[in-house]
């Protein structure tokens, strides 16, 4: 892929550009949203953000894992983990995108792809 990554600084200077907020307030927006986002879902519950997805918090339980140099079989402990579900808005602008880059498709080729999924 190799494609730039969005970073805190991007998200709030996107804020400063499009919204007029100072650069502090834009940081400090971006800050605060994000503070939300992680304390929610360290508390186990879920966010949705609505045409972009859902941060989840699922339990694992103990398994039997290998080391991979030695081979040697070792306990990995139950624990709980985040993990993101993209909602199907986002899943289609991935694919459009996708499918603009390798060929120029349209909108109503994104459409029939997911129907036929």
């Not at 941060?55 to 103990?62: A, Y």
Request: hydrophobic share 35%; glycine share 10%; charged share 25%.
């Amino acid at each position: 892929m190799g494609e730039k990554t969005l970073t805190r600084a991007d998200l709030a200077e996107a804020v400063f550009r499009r919204i007029g907020l100072s650069r502090t307030e834009s940081a400090g927006l971006v800050e605060m949203v994000l503070e939300e986002i992680c304390s929610t879902i360290a508390r186990g519950e879920s966010v949705k953000i609505s045409s972009f997805g859902s941060f989840l918090v699922r339990s694992k339980n103990e398994r039997v894992g290998r080391n991979p140099k030695t081979g040697q079989e070792v306990p990995i402990l139950p624990r709980r983990v985040a993990v993101f579900k993209p909602s199907n808005v986002m899943k289609d602008r991935i694919l459009e995108a996708h499918l603009q880059r390798e060929g120029g498709h349209g909108a109503g080729t994104t459409q029939q792809l997911s129907a036929a999924e």
